[in-house]
Each structure stands twice: as structure tokens, then as C-alpha cells.
């Protein structure tokens, strides 16, 4: 099995923290990119780069800023709005000289990388979706809302635990303790991890995001890949189907028990519906 590597890169004034899997026998394909959602990491991911990898995919999952072990600047030096996240994404796979890439999205803050598609769209090859707001209406849960609040944010984006009631609340299922202990360690570790976390949630721009990902995907033609945890606490999954049958190339694959993050605990079921997806030749 390749190994994954980590890694850190200076992009522009910031300092990204990266995952990466390079393959022993590449194919000539585009890399695939991984974008997690809130309040998780790349290491979500863990689980799934090398199977890939060991197809022939050079895959990358990166810590956004402000997460993990990425910088975490302060809001006067990034803005920490979906359209800077857009731009620094850009930097990035500059930074790496990536021309293109298949991306791979999840939850709040993965919808980044729909706007990136939109916005870059020779940049993008194939896109999969996993439980990410693309519906009008989609928006934070409460626990997050009171996170945006003033004052009352401060003090909640500064409980670690908080971080593990959120991964399991959105999951619907126990994440083991080892993996828990990952994803809170830059809360026990930095007060930044807090403040960015308030931060990123305050400047998601999720109506006028939503809005720009409808009237761009109405006339998208790309492939692109759904694979939606129905068990979603958090967005609905009434709709979904409408939207996929929308597409002129899109597929839907439901996981019936997952809830938010499927990852955490489907991660052979979405590999076996990724893999095919990736390697498909007919575009």
C-alpha cells in the first residue's frame, strides 16, 4: 500500500499543511483533491488517499487555513470568506504547479471547491460531492449559528469537546477516541484554532454560495459524482435526486445509515462507488 506523506508548503505569506499520496506507477489522469468540511481536517480522509493512490492517482488533501495544522492567521490578514478560501485554493495548487485537478468535496466550507470548479472550470476535470450544502435553503446547524454569535462564539469555538460533539452529532455515529483526540488537538494545542473556526463559519457566504452553485451547475456538463449520507442531520436530503437528475452527467449513490461525515464510517462504500468514477475514461 503507498504511503501517505505529510507535508507543509508556503503559500504566498501562509503556510499550508498538506496530505499527500504519489503513486509507484502513475497513470495519466489529474490528481484528485480532497476538501474537508467543518470542523473536521484533511485527516478525514486518511482512510481513503492511498486507495487511490494505489490505482495510479497522485491525491492531495490539505488542511484548510485556518485548520489542523495549517497557519491560522488572524482575520486582518485573511478574511477567512468563501472567496478568499477560493483564491488561496488557487495559490495553492499553483504553489504545487497542479494545473488541474478531480476534486473530492465535503460538508460546510467543501463547497469551496464547487465555487473554485465554477469559477475555474479549466481547472476542474470530474467533481465528487459528499454531503455538502448545494440546495437553496441549506444552512448551518444551531450548534454552529451560536458559534457565529458574539461573544457566546468566542467561548463555545474554544471548548475542544465541542469539536467532538459536532463530529458525532453530524455523523449520527461514535468516532473512536484516537481519531477524536486528531481532530481536537489544535484546540488544545492554540487559542487560534478557535478564533479561525468563528472566523471561517461567520464568512461562509453560504446564500450568495448556494445561489452561484444552482445557476452555475444548471448549465454544468462535466461529470460529477453525489454520494450522500441520507441520514444527514443537517442537510436535507429531500431534493438531492432533483438536483443530480439536473445534471447532463451526474450519478447518485445513497448511503441510506450515513449521516454528515459518511467518510468516518463508509469509507469502503464511497471508495467503491469513487474508484470507478475517477478511472472513467469516456470524457
Not at 450522500?228 to 451526474?250: C, H, I, Q, Y
Request: net charge negative.
Amino acid at each position: 500500500m503507498p504511503t501517505v506523506d505529510e507535508k507543509l508548503v508556503k503559500v504566498g505569506e501562509f503556510e499550508w499543511f498538506y496530505r499527500e499520496s504519489l503513486p509507484d506507477a502513475p497513470i495519466d489522469r489529474t490528481p484528485i483533491l480532497f476538501l474537508h468540511g467543518l470542523p473536521s481536517r484533511s485527516y478525514t480522509w486518511s482512510g481513503m488517499l492511498a486507495n487511490y493512490t494505489e490505482a495510479g492517482f497522485r491525491t492531495i488533501a490539505p488542511d484548510w487555513l485556518g485548520f489542523g495544522q495549517s497557519e491560522m492567521p488572524e482575520r486582518y490578514r485573511f478574511n477567512y470568506s468563501a472567496d478568499a478560501y477560493v483564491d488561496a485554493l488557487i495559490q495553492f495548487l499553483d504553489t504545487l504547479e497542479i494545473d488541474r485537478v478531480s476534486l473530492v468535496v465535503q460538508g460546510f466550507l467543501g463547497h469551496v471547491g464547487l465555487l473554485l470548479a465554477l469559477r475555474h472550470r479549466d481547472r476542474v476535470d470530474r467533481i465528487a460531492i459528499l454531503n455538502a450544502p448545494i440546495l437553496p435553503g441549506s444552512k448551518l446547524p444551531f450548534k454552529m449559528q451560536q458559534m457565529t454569535w458574539p461573544l457566546v462564539g468566542d467561548m463555545l469555538t474554544q471548548d475542544p469537546l465541542a469539536i467532538d460533539r459536532l463530529l458525532e452529532d453530524g455523523s449520527g455515529f461514535t468516532i473512536p477516541d484516537e481519531d477524536l483526540d486528531v481532530y481536537r488537538r489544535p484546540w488544545l494545542r492554540t487559542s487560534s484554532a478557535g478564533r479561525s473556526m468563528m472566523y471561517a463559519l461567520r464568512g461562509l457566504q453560504l446564500t450568495e454560495a448556494i445561489g452561484e452553485i444552482t445557476a452555475g451547475f444548471a448549465g454544468w456538463s462535466l461529470p460529477v459524482l453525489v454520494v450522500w449520507g441520507m441520514n444527514d442531520p443537517w442537510l436535507e436530503s429531500e431534493g438531492v435526486r432533483e438536483f443530480v437528475t439536473a445534471l447532463k452527467d451526474a450519478n447518485l449513490v445513497e448511503l441510506p445509515e450515513a449521516g454528515h461525515f459518511p467518510q468516518e464510517h463508509w469509507t469502503q462504500e464511497i471508495n467503491e462507488s469513487l474508484l470507478p468514477f475517477f478511472r472513467r475514461s469516456d470524457i
